[in-house]
């Protein structure tokens, strides 16, 4: 009887942590960045209709790369414990911290269990806050642990080179236009040092706006609205299009390429 093959439980996890970043990293990055008025999310996304950014809740929002159908699920899951905890206490007791807290029991379970494969995601969890102190950001990579972001963040695709990028160029107290700008920016940089032409039929844009008067906070940026912002409508002429709000909830995520 032959003897069966071991692997130490080190090198199991680290070959899980390793096939789960190498499916992370072929995807297309997201950014996001604080501003004066809140938080801006910018993906490089061509799909109209597949999300890699939604609202989960009224001053939360959920941006994620990876494999689609896993972080959909997530997202889904996301929803409904919000809408439960909201519904059961209090909407003031739905808390970005709390989701966070959610996804990560859900993907460290998933990376531990050896019954199947780790999840390829990495998430990104925001609230906006009444001012930019209580704006909190945390990044939930593929083995559930959190990290407590501020000022800007990318994941997915090349994000060690763009976060380096943004690191020297952002600052808290910008407008929305330098964000989506230095956001597009960001995702224009190739692996080699160089960049490359990204449009605004490219880009998803959304934001968390403490500034709106309703309730959600969540909107997104389209059309000409985003065009501008970006300085490639030059003519100006033309009323923006309005922005999408988090009421598209259902159209999900962005599939990764």
Do not use: C, W
């Amino acid at each position: 009887m032959s003897t069966p093959f071991y692997v130490s439980p080190q090198q199991a996890m680290a070959d899980r942590a390793e096939y789960a970043r190498k499916g992370i990293a072929r995807g297309r990055s997201v950014v996001v960045l604080q501003y004066t008025d809140g938080i801006v999310f910018v993906a490089e996304n061509p799909s109209r209709s597949l999300h890699k950014i939604s609202e989960i809740y009224d001053r939360i929002a959920f941006a994620a790369v990876g494999k689609y159908n896993e972080f959909e699920n997530l997202r889904i899951g996301g929803v409904r414990y919000a809408d439960l905890r909201g519904f059961t206490y209090d909407r003031a007791d739905v808390t970005g911290r709390g989701l966070a807290n959610v996804y990560a029991q859900t993907l460290g379970t998933i990376f531990s269990s050896a019954a199947e494969k780790p999840y390829e995601v990495e998430l990104i969890v925001a609230e906006v806050g009444p001012a930019p102190e209580d704006d909190q950001i945390y990044r939930l990579p593929h083995d559930g642990s959190i990290v407590d972001e501020h000022g800007s963040l990318a994941v997915g695709g090349n994000s060690d080179q763009i976060n380096s990028y943004l690191e020297q160029r952002h600052r808290d107290d910008m407008t929305l236009a330098e964000a989506v700008k230095l956001g597009k920016e960001s995702l224009a940089r190739d692996n080699n040092g160089g960049e490359r032409d990204v449009t605004a039929d490219q880009l998803e844009v959304a934001l968390l706006d403490r500034s709106r008067v309703q309730q959600r906070k969540f909107k997104r940026v389209l059309g000409s609205q985003l065009r501008r912002l970006l300085g490639e409508d030059e003519s100006g002429g033309g009323s923006a299009s309005s922005s999408g709000s988090g009421d598209e909830e259902s159209s999900g995520d962005s599939s990764e390429e």
